[in-house]
Structures are given as C-alpha cells and as structure tokens.
C-alpha cells in the first residue's frame, strides 16, 4: 500500500435544483473548502457576482466569471490563509442572469 497518493474519491450531492433560488454552482478543491463553510463561500461568490453584474451593466460589458474566481481564490489565500492548493469554478446558470447581461464564455 502506498504511503501517499491522491484520494479519488469525490464528494458530492444529488438534488433537484430550484430554478427560482438556484443561479449559479460552486465548485472548488478541498483547499478551497477547508477553508471556510459552504454558507461563507456562497455568500461571498454571490456578492462578487452581484458586483460584477452592476459593473458589465454599467460598462456594458460581459460578466466575468473568471474575475470572480481570481477574488475567491486569492481571498481564501490571502485572508483564510489556506494552506493547500486552491482551485475553484463557478458554473452559471442561463436562468440566473439579469436582464441585459452575458456571461463570458471560459476557453
């Protein structure tokens, strides 16, 4: 048996979404979650893609998702101090944009 290695088995959740609450998915690592609950995460994602909604509005630009993923991941650093490697996604759904607003697509 090996004394180290990478565990390969993911955790995750099954559930219907409620497209009326429901706009948008966090994903992130361990390093990311180790870090804070899932209640801070989501609060936090959320402000940052309200904020970056009024900012597109008011420039008439596209949402940047990967903006909002560059402040998750350097808050959970640099604040949490997060020890491990931090990785995050956010998935957003069609449903969950403002009126007049565009999600960048990520290459």
């Not at 804070?36 to 994602?45: C, G, P, S």
């Not at 990967?66 to 996604?89: F, G, I, W």
């Amino acid at each position: 048996m090996k004394k180290f290695g990478v565990l390969c088995t993911p955790e995750y959740m099954k559930f219907k979404r409620d497209t009326t609450k429901d706009n948008f998915v966090l994903l992130g690592c361990d390093g990311f979650w180790n870090a804070w609950t899932a209640a801070e995460a989501l609060d936090f994602a959320s402000s940052l893609i309200e904020n970056e909604d009024g900012r597109a509005q008011q420039e008439d630009d596209e949402v940047d998702l990967q903006s909002c993923c560059r402040e998750l991941v350097q808050h959970v650093v640099e604040e949490k101090k997060a020890q491990d490697n931090v990785s995050v996604v956010l998935l957003r759904f069609k449903e969950g944009l403002k009126e007049g607003s565009t999600s960048q697509a990520a290459d």
